[in-house]
C-alpha cells in the first residue's frame, strides 16, 4: 500500500512538474511576443522620422542620404560586435543589401521630390509589389484576396499621380515606387535560409555610405541644425530602427509586424504637417486611404488564413 502511495504521489508530482514547464515555456513565448511587438512599435516611431528631418536638411538628397547611411552602417556594426552576431555574406545576403540600399536611397530622393505623405505611402505598398514579384518569378499565382488587393493599392496609386501631375511631384512619386519594390525585395530575401537581415542591414547602409558621402563635400550649409537632423537620421530613424525592426520581425509573425508597420505611413505625414506645415492634396489623401485600406484588407485576410 505504500508502495501505491509512492508510485501516485510520483506520478502526481511529475504532472506538476510538467505542467510548471509548460506553463513556464508559455510565459516565455508570450514574453518574447511582447517583446517583439513592442520593438516593432519603437521602430515604427522611429521610422516615421525620416520624412520631417529629411525635409529639414538642404542638402542634395543623395548627400542626405550617404551621411545617413554611413552612420547608421556604424551603428548597426557596433551592436553586431556588442550582441556577437556573426556577420555573413552570400548570394541572398548581397542581393538583400542592394534591396536595403535601393530602399533609403530612393525613399530620400522621393522626400525631396514629392510629399512626405505620398513617399511614405507609395513605399507602403510593399506588399502588392511581393505578391507581383511571387507570381513573376516563382509562378506563385495570386488568389481572390491577392488580386482584390492589387487593384484596390493601384487605384489608390492612381489618385497619388493624380495630385503629382498638378504639384509637379511626379518624378517624386516614381522613385517613392521603387522604394517600395525594393522594400518587397527586403521582405522576399528574407524568407530564403541563407538570408540574414541584419547583415544584409550592414552591408546595405555602409555600402551606400561609403558611395555617396563624398557628395557631402558638394554642400555649402553646414550648421548644428543639419548635423543634429543628420545624426538623428543615421543613429534613430536607420540604424535603431532598422535594428529594432529585425528584433521585432524575429519575435512576431509576418502579419503581425506588417499591421504594426502601418503606424509609419500614418505618423510620418502627420509629424510633417504639424512640424513643417507640409500636407497632402485632396486626391492624395484620397489615395493614401484607398492603400492603407487595401493592404490592412489583406494583412487582416492573412491573418485570418492563418489563424495567427
Request: charged fraction near 10%; aromatic fraction near 10%.
Amino acid at each position: 500500500m505504500t508502495d501505491l502511495n509512492t508510485k501516485a504521489t510520483g506520478a502526481q508530482t511529475n504532472i506538476e512538474a510538467t505542467g510548471a514547464l509548460n506553463n513556464a515555456k508559455a510565459s516565455g513565448l508570450h514574453n518574447k511576443r511582447r517583446t517583439g511587438i513592442l520593438a516593432m512599435v519603437a521602430a515604427s516611431i522611429c521610422f516615421s522620422t525620416g520624412g520631417l528631418l529629411i525635409k529639414l536638411i538642404p542638402w542634395n538628397p543623395l548627400a542626405i542620404n550617404g551621411a545617413r547611411t554611413l552612420i547608421a552602417g556604424l551603428v548597426i556594426g557596433l551592436y553586431l560586435i556588442i550582441t556577437k552576431h556573426p556577420l555573413k555574406f552570400n548570394r541572398i545576403v548581397f542581393v538583400g543589401a542592394l534591396c536595403m540600399a535601393g530602399v533609403t536611397t530612393f525613399f530620400t530622393i522621393a522626400n525631396k521630390l514629392t510629399t512626405a505623405g505620398n513617399a511614405i505611402l507609395l513605399q507602403y505598398t510593399a506588399p502588392i509589389w511581393i505578391i507581383i514579384l511571387l507570381a513573376v518569378l516563382f509562378g506563385v499565382r495570386p488568389g481572390k484576396v491577392e488580386i482584390i488587393t492589387i487593384v484596390t493599392v493601384l487605384i489608390g496609386i492612381a489618385c497619388f499621380f493624380v495630385d503629382s501631375l498638378s504639384a509637379g511631384g511626379l518624378m517624386g512619386d516614381l522613385f517613392a515606387l521603387l522604394a517600395g519594390i525594393c522594400y518587397a525585395g527586403v521582405f522576399m530575401l528574407n524568407q530564403f535560409e541563407e538570408g540574414d537581415a541584419l547583415s544584409s542591414m550592414f552591408f546595405g547602409q555602409l555600402s551606400c555610405g561609403l558611395v555617396f558621402f563624398p557628395m557631402v563635400m558638394r554642400e555649402t550649409v553646414f550648421d548644428a541644425r543639419i548635423w543634429g537632423c543628420i545624426i538623428l537620421l543615421g543613429t534613430v530613424q536607420v540604424g535603431l530602427a532598422y535594428i529594432l525592426f529585425s528584433i521585432g520581425t524575429k519575435y512576431t509573425d509576418p502579419v503581425t509586424s506588417s499591421v504594426i508597420n502601418a503606424m509609419e505611413p500614418i505618423l510620418n505625414p502627420v509629424l510633417v504637417a504639424v512640424f513643417y506645415g507640409e500636407h497632402l492634396g485632396k486626391p492624395a489623401l484620397i489615395g493614401a486611404v484607398i492603400v492603407l485600406c487595401g493592404i490592412l484588407f489583406y494583412q487582416s485576410q492573412e491573418r485570418t488564413r492563418t489563424g495567427s
